[in-house]
């Protein structure tokens, strides 16, 4: 089932009612490998290979001369509103979008100019410049008009597709944990612990138990 161009503008509010501070992170995916997709109820974000397990530090592309992974793509976001509205009711169809991590979040540039940080678990990313933009992939899973409508004006001011971060302080994310614009003295203390405490200790500020 593919959304009618209808369908998707008259969602246009849902989605604008994104949180802007404050949101949750819904869905962890890994891509092992091209085409490959591994729900995580646990993952692993590390500064130098990204979403642990994912195919990004051994994946070629075009956007290095070198074909070397791109720094400031090693991860991608996806706001959950929309693929879960593209999705219907398959919940396995979310993970085709091809992204790591789908937040409850407003990813518009104007809430999240690129350089933002956000907590995520006990982890920290960064939003990067390069835009995120739908490919013929997202076409064949989704359908043409849901394309045109997050390569349109609405879905590039809200960055419906997705956009592109890095991983700046490792640690572990869990579906369900708080997404959240990180304030500078947050940054430090996170920046501060010992790798193995971000890796396995708290969540968001919880002891595990």
Known sequence: MHRTRAELE????????????????ELVVRRP?????????????????????DNWPVKPTTSTPDRSPHPEKQLTLMNH???AFLAGDDPDRRALAGD??????????TNLPAGTRLAIGTAVVEVTEPPHRGCAKFLSRYGEEAMRFVNGRVGR?????????KVVVDGTVHPGDTV???PAAQ???????????????????????
Not at 10 to 25: F, I, M, N, Q
Not at 101 to 109: G, K, P, Q, R
Not at 189 to 209: F, H, I, K, L, V
């Open 10 to 25: 008259a969602y246009v509010g849902t989605l604008r009612g994104s949180p802007r501070d404050e949101g949750t992170l």
């Open 33 to 53: 490998a091209i085409g490959e997709r591994e729900v995580l109820a646990e993952g692993e974000l590390d500064t130098e290979v990204g979403l642990v397990g």
């Open 81 to 83: 509103r929309m693929v």
């Open 100 to 109: 790591q991590l789908y937040v409850d979040l407003d990813l518009s540039a």
């Open 157 to 165: 001011e809200l960055r419906l597709r997705g956009i592109n971060a």
């Open 180 to 182: 959240r614009k990180a």
């Open 187 to 209: 940054l430090a203390e996170a920046a501060a612990r010992p790798a193995s405490s971000r890796a396995t200790g708290t969540r968001n500020g919880e002891q595990e138990t």
